[in-house]
């Protein structure tokens, strides 16, 4: 309920914020799952935005001109993630607008902003496959995660770890890109001469896990692979737990993931994921804390990397406009991009004209150490070209 209050004041904020900025304003819209059963992968990388955003205007903002983030919930639902889009393209007229949704709520997004030719970009929601190469124009993505190369680390990480004899099953959600990538890394997993015993689609959310457990541990599953929201991720790893399976479990490194290895204490839990964690302590790290801490956010500094991202992606874009008040020009500024990210991932953001995902992609993957009692990186970054 707390965090709920504080994503409803940070909505109220904006919307306060925004009858006091000029006329002349650079406004962004973003529709996100602010609210409702995946608002925990969704919300913090919006407050990381949002505390990027107070930051940069109380810099200057963009050569004078304010940053104005429009914030509108849609709860993961379609519909209205639909009226959000007309909104910021009719009413508000943004100059770019944001996803941070599910992917349910793409669609609805991509063809509002399509027929208005203002660029949308995907903020901790999944990449849609428009952003790799040859890229859409209109679309961007700045979110870690990457459908079929999410998988090829997932699953290089488990040949390395136990080799190719294995019986590896799978977890994803009932949405669109979580069953598609699941659907190709079990295709990718057999080609490399694994097994596949069990693929289980979870619904979003499901009120029991222990069912689609059940059925991966019954078909002898030594591995699991899991592409989801995180609930579904970790929520299914704990009931493969209580049913007394003891395979190795990989999972994405969401948002919760940080904070959530500790809580689950388990080593054989392992995360794969395109940012850094918080136990590296970079100065940008350092700069986030201070930023949540000033501003009383209720959500974990190690939460806000997401949205800090997208942050630093829009100040750049904007300033690399040769008009930033215009839509088109920041689409063809954002279109020609390379982003310093301070650490905060394997290398920087880099877009092209036909790539605007990122041309290197680079993972680690952590877990707990109980004898040190923390985080540890079991394999440092790999990178994979964005071809």
């Given at each position: 309920m707390?965090?709920?209050?504080?994503?409803?004041?940070?909505?109220?904020?904006?919307?306060?914020?925004?009858g006091a900025m000029a006329e002349d304003a650079l406004k962004i819209g973003l529709t996100g799952a602010l609210t409702g059963p995946v608002a925990g992968t969704y919300a913090p990388a919006v407050e990381g935005l949002r505390l990027y955003?107070?930051?940069?205007?109380?810099?200057?903002?963009i050569n004078g001109a304010m940053v104005e983030l429009i914030l509108q919930d849609d709860g993961a639902e379609p519909s209205r993630a639909a009226a959000n889009a007309k909104r910021f393209i009719t009413q508000d007229n943004v100059v770019m607008m944001i996803n941070a949704s599910l992917s349910s709520t793409f669609a609805p997004s991509i063809a509002e902003t399509s027929r208005a030719g203002v660029p949308l970009m995907f903020a901790a929601s999944a990449c849609p496959q428009e952003v790799f190469p040859p890229a859409n124009a209109n679309l961007f993505c700045t979110t870690a995660f990457g459908a079929k190369y999410d998988s090829h680390a997932a699953l290089q990480f488990i040949e390395g770890q136990a080799g190719s004899d294995i019986k590896i099953g799978f977890q994803a959600m009932a949405i669109p890109l979580s069953?598609?990538?699941?659907?190709?890394?079990?295709?990718?997993?057999?080609?490399?001469?694994?097994?596949?015993?069990a693929k289980e689609i979870?619904?979003?959310?499901?009120?029991?896990?222990?069912?689609?457990?059940?059925?991966?541990?019954?078909?002898?599953?030594?591995?699991?692979?899991?592409?989801?929201?995180?609930?579904?991720?970790?929520?299914?790893f704990e009931a493969l737990r209580r049913l007394g399976w003891s395979g190795s479990y990989v999972a994405y490194a969401h948002l919760e993931a940080e904070s959530e290895l500790a809580r689950v204490h388990d080593e054989t839990f392992y995360l794969v994921g395109a940012n850094a964690l918080f136990t590296?302590?970079?100065?940008?790290?350092?700069t986030i804390t201070a930023a949540a801490q000033a501003a009383g956010s209720s959500y974990a500094a190690n939460q806000l990397t997401e949205g800090w991202i997208a942050g630093m992606v829009?100040?750049?874009a904007l300033k690399a406009a040769s008009d930033p008040g215009d839509a088109g020009s920041v689409r063809d500024a954002m279109?020609?991009?390379?982003?310093?990210?301070?650490g905060l991932r394997g290398g920087p953001l880099v877009w092209t004209e036909t790539n605007h995902f990122r041309t290197t992609q680079s993972y680690r993957v952590y877990r707990w150490n109980a004898a040190n009692n923390a985080i540890e990186t079991v394999q440092d970054w790999t990178s994979f070209d964005v071809e």
């Amino acid at each position: 309920m707390k965090k709920i209050c504080m994503i409803a004041s940070i909505v109220a904020a904006s919307f306060h914020a925004s009858g006091a900025m000029a006329e002349d304003a650079l406004k962004i819209g973003l529709t996100g799952a602010l609210t409702g059963p995946v608002a925990g992968t969704y919300a913090p990388a919006v407050e990381g935005l949002r505390l990027y955003v107070d930051a940069l205007n109380a810099g200057g903002g963009i050569n004078g001109a304010m940053v104005e983030l429009i914030l509108q919930d849609d709860g993961a639902e379609p519909s209205r993630a639909a009226a959000n889009a007309k909104r910021f393209i009719t009413q508000d007229n943004v100059v770019m607008m944001i996803n941070a949704s599910l992917s349910s709520t793409f669609a609805p997004s991509i063809a509002e902003t399509s027929r208005a030719g203002v660029p949308l970009m995907f903020a901790a929601s999944a990449c849609p496959q428009e952003v790799f190469p040859p890229a859409n124009a209109n679309l961007f993505c700045t979110t870690a995660f990457g459908a079929k190369y999410d998988s090829h680390a997932a699953l290089q990480f488990i040949e390395g770890q136990a080799g190719s004899d294995i019986k590896i099953g799978f977890q994803a959600m009932a949405i669109p890109l979580s069953r598609g990538e699941i659907d190709y890394a079990e295709g990718v997993a057999a080609s490399m001469g694994m097994t596949p015993v069990a693929k289980e689609i979870t619904p979003p959310p499901a009120p029991d896990y222990s069912p689609f457990a059940s059925n991966i541990s019954d078909a002898g599953a030594e591995w699991v692979w899991s592409w989801a929201p995180w609930g579904a991720q970790v929520k299914t790893f704990e009931a493969l737990r209580r049913l007394g399976w003891s395979g190795s479990y990989v999972a994405y490194a969401h948002l919760e993931a940080e904070s959530e290895l500790a809580r689950v204490h388990d080593e054989t839990f392992y995360l794969v994921g395109a940012n850094a964690l918080f136990t590296e302590n970079l100065p940008v790290m350092q700069t986030i804390t201070a930023a949540a801490q000033a501003a009383g956010s209720s959500y974990a500094a190690n939460q806000l990397t997401e949205g800090w991202i997208a942050g630093m992606v829009i100040e750049a874009a904007l300033k690399a406009a040769s008009d930033p008040g215009d839509a088109g020009s920041v689409r063809d500024a954002m279109s020609n991009l390379t982003v310093d990210l301070q650490g905060l991932r394997g290398g920087p953001l880099v877009w092209t004209e036909t790539n605007h995902f990122r041309t290197t992609q680079s993972y680690r993957v952590y877990r707990w150490n109980a004898a040190n009692n923390a985080i540890e990186t079991v394999q440092d970054w790999t990178s994979f070209d964005v071809e």
